[in-house]
């Protein structure tokens, strides 16, 4: 299972939008209520879309936001990665 599976999963058995993961991203980078609330969606948009392309730092805050396991999830996610091909 993939880190964008994982998240996937972990999205649904929350029922949260991904509006509502964008203000409590907001939260946690800012420090308080993101103003417009919808400030950072498109940032959680592309997290939750494409998690192996995102900053470290700001998959880290959507891991702990939706309360998962980051260190888990990675070694999930890398038990299923293909290996790299040696040149």
């Given amino acids: 299972m993939g880190l964008k599976e994982i998240l996937e999963e972990r999205q649904e058995s929350l029922q949260w939008k991904t509006y509502r993961i964008a203000k409590e991203y907001g939260r946690l980078k800012d420090g308080q209520e993101p103003n417009p609330p919808d400030r950072y969606y498109h940032t959680v948009r592309k997290i939750l879309e494409k998690p192996d392309q995102a900053e470290?730092?700001?998959?880290?805050?959507?891991?702990?936001?939706?309360g998962v396991d980051i260190e888990a999830a990675i070694a999930a996610a890398a038990a299923v990665a293909p290996l790299p091909k040696a040149d």
Avoid: G, S, Y
């Avoid at 470290?56 to 702990?64: A, D, G, Q, S, T």
């Fill in 56 to 66: 470290f730092e700001n998959l880290k805050r959507v891991f702990w936001i939706m």
